[in-house]
Structure formats: structure tokens, C-alpha cells
């Protein structure tokens, strides 16, 4: 995977973004490779991001989960934090959440948010998912996940003290699935926002979180 992204780089691209699902939380094995790859991309002027599950709404749920489950869902947030030091960029897979409501769903973006916040270095991009897709199923609702909540839920989670973060922002995922309706609330809530309304103004968006 290392001498794969000194190829991405030598084929002129800006950088490498890493998609491994499913990661359990205290992967090692994901850590190791982060640190080896990190040399590479920055050797080849690039930039090295990463996907990332989402943080444990609460003590331990990843642990829980795993055991019912075998399937990771979260990850604990000192984990989140492990990973987002080892890149350039974490983008926060933050849809997908079985929530029924957006009022839920705004909450539970906002809470990641902040959990996120809380554990990713300054030098680290921090990145956001918005749900720009629209199938049904048991993980997403359409009409619970929508952009215009997911925003909101950022927003609200951004304090006082990091809403002027500079390396801060959200990624699209995905933009060929997107319909005007979510264009029109990303432009409206996030893309023209003010410095005093709690968003990060002139860093909007980056790459989408599953797409290089």
C-alpha cells in the first residue's frame, strides 16, 4: 500500500486517501501502516487522509457492539485521536446512523463533532461527512440524514473556542448522488456562512470521505 500511493503521487495526483472499512478500534495494525505511509505521501509533496468510523456516543459502545455484532460501528475517541495524528486529513464518516428524526440525527452530528474536535490535533484537517445519497435502509434514512440537519448538527458543535478553527471543514459524500436540494442547503447553511455564526468561513468543504 506504500509503494501504491508513491504511485498515486508520481502519477501527479495531490495526494492519498486511505477508505479501510471495516477497523476495529485499537487497530494496530492501521496505526503502523498510517505511520508508514505518512513518510511517502509527504515525501512525494502529497497529502495522506483517511476515512473514519465514528466516535462512541458512549463509554465503550464500540466494545458492546463488537461483541454483539462482530461489525465495528464506532470508534472510542481516543482511537479517533491515535489516527487523526498520524494523517494530514481524517474525514468523520458522520451518516449512516440509524437515527428516525432529523431533530436525532442534528444532535447526534453536533455531539461527534465535538467529540472530534476535542481529540484532533490543530495541524490536522478535520473533516465532517454530509449525507449527499439517498437510499433507505435499516442505517439511513433519508429523510432523518439530510444535509440541511447534518449541518446544523456541525454547527452546533463547533464552541465558542473552535469555530474560527482554521483546519476545520466538510466533505460531501457523494457529490454524483447529490440532488439540488442538498446543494441549495450546503450553499445556504455552511458555504456563505458569516465568522460570527459558529461555521469555519473560507475552508467550507474538501474531498469526499469514501472518495480519493
Given at each position: ?7 498515486v ?29 505518512r ?52 474525514a ?17 452530528v453536533?455531539h ?7 481529540v484532533?490535533?490543530?495541524?490536522t ?10 437510499t433507505n435502509d ?6 432523518a440524514?439530510t444535509v440541511a440537519a ?16 482554521e ?5 460531501l ?25 459558529g ?14
Amino acid at each position: 500500500m506504500v509503494a501504491s500511493a508513491r504511485q498515486v503521487l508520481a502519477a501527479g495526483f495531490d495526494g492519498v486517501h486511505l477508505d479501510l472499512e471495516p477497523a476495529h478500534s485499537g487497530n494496530a495494525d492501521l496505526l503502523r501502516l498510517l505511520e508508514r505511509a505518512r513518510p511517502a505521501v509527504r515525501a512525494g509533496g502529497g497529502v495522506l487522509s483517511v476515512a473514519a468510523h465514528q466516535i462512541d456516543p458512549l463509554p465503550a459502545a464500540h466494545t458492546v457492539l463488537g461483541a454483539l455484532t462482530g461489525r465495528p460501528k464506532w470508534w472510542s475517541q481516543r482511537y479517533f485521536g491515535q489516527v487523526a495524528r498520524r494523517v494530514d486529513q481524517i474525514a468523520a464518516m458522520s451518516y449512516d446512523t440509524a437515527m428516525p428524526w432529523e431533530s436525532l440525527y442534528g444532535g447526534y452530528v453536533a455531539h461527534q463533532t465535538k467529540l472530534a474536535l476535542e481529540v484532533t490535533p490543530a495541524r490536522t484537517d478535520l473533516l465532517m461527512g454530509l449525507p449527499f445519497f439517498h437510499t433507505n435502509d435499516p442505517g439511513h434514512r433519508a429523510g432523518a440524514e439530510t444535509v440541511a440537519a447534518a449541518v446544523r448538527g456541525v454547527r452546533l458543535g463547533l464552541t465558542r473556542a473552535d469555530r474560527h478553527r482554521e483546519r476545520f471543514g466538510v466533505a460531501l459524500y457523494v457529490d454524483f448522488a447529490a440532488t439540488e436540494t442538498d446543494w441549495a442547503a450546503y450553499r445556504r447553511d455552511w458555504g456563505t456562512c458569516r465568522p460570527a455564526s459558529g461555521c469555519a468561513p473560507g475552508r467550507p468543504t474538501a474531498a469526499p470521505p469514501d472518495r480519493p
